[in-house]
């Protein structure tokens, strides 16, 4: 799927009529052949017809079960836990519910401040996949997380003198000195 350039964002989805404009030029500047916009209107026949013969298939495998309530509402399953209203009380003057603004199925705010960010990577491609990493590495990192672990212990006036030791002398004897001072 083509991406487009940095610091354009798409509009979403385009309206009937902007996708018929964006056709027409696109056919005008030659970038799509009107062959093959009619080859793409055939292909929805045949995909069609691939989704109904997946859906057949699929509701054969589910056997006369799945098929008995493919119409009717079933019955929901019993929920685990608390029943509801059990929980924490609401406080004076609030209204039950969720919070106003928030229809259901809506994420929190900061779940969908970093979906656009995420979002390129859903849709862009492939994932890579991450490379494992040697035992040397891997003790590299616990160590570094042992020497921020401590750290973040000292007081701020006295981290130079730990920092000056981990560059000297290695984290090791750092995170001794650390330790000794913390009494770990």
Do not use: C, F, W
Not at 20 to 27: A, K
Not at 42 to 67: F, M, N, P, T
């Amino acid at each position: 799927m083509p991406r487009g350039r940095r610091g354009q964002s798409s509009s979403g989805p385009l309206s009937p009529h902007q996708a018929s404009y964006v056709l027409q030029r696109m056919i005008s500047e030659r970038r799509i052949s009107p062959g093959e916009v009619n080859r793409y209107l055939g292909d929805i026949h045949r995909e069609i017809s691939d989704l109904e013969r997946r859906l057949q298939s699929l509701k054969e495998a589910g056997g006369a079960s799945s098929a008995a309530g493919v119409g009717t509402a079933a019955a929901a399953p019993r929920r685990r836990g608390r029943p509801p209203g059990s929980g924490r009380k609401r406080g004076p003057g609030r209204p039950p519910g969720r919070p106003p603004g928030r229809p259901p199925g809506r994420p929190p705010a900061a779940a969908a401040a970093a979906a656009p960010a995420a979002a390129p990577a859903a849709k862009g491609g492939k994932r890579r996949r991450r490379s494992a990493i040697t035992a040397e590495q891997l003790a590299s990192r616990q160590l570094q997380g042992r020497y921020l672990g401590l750290i973040r212990q000292i007081p701020a006036s006295k981290r130079g003198a730990y920092q000056r030791t981990a560059k000297e002398r290695g984290r090791e004897a750092a995170i001794r000195d650390m330790q000794d001072t913390l009494k770990k």
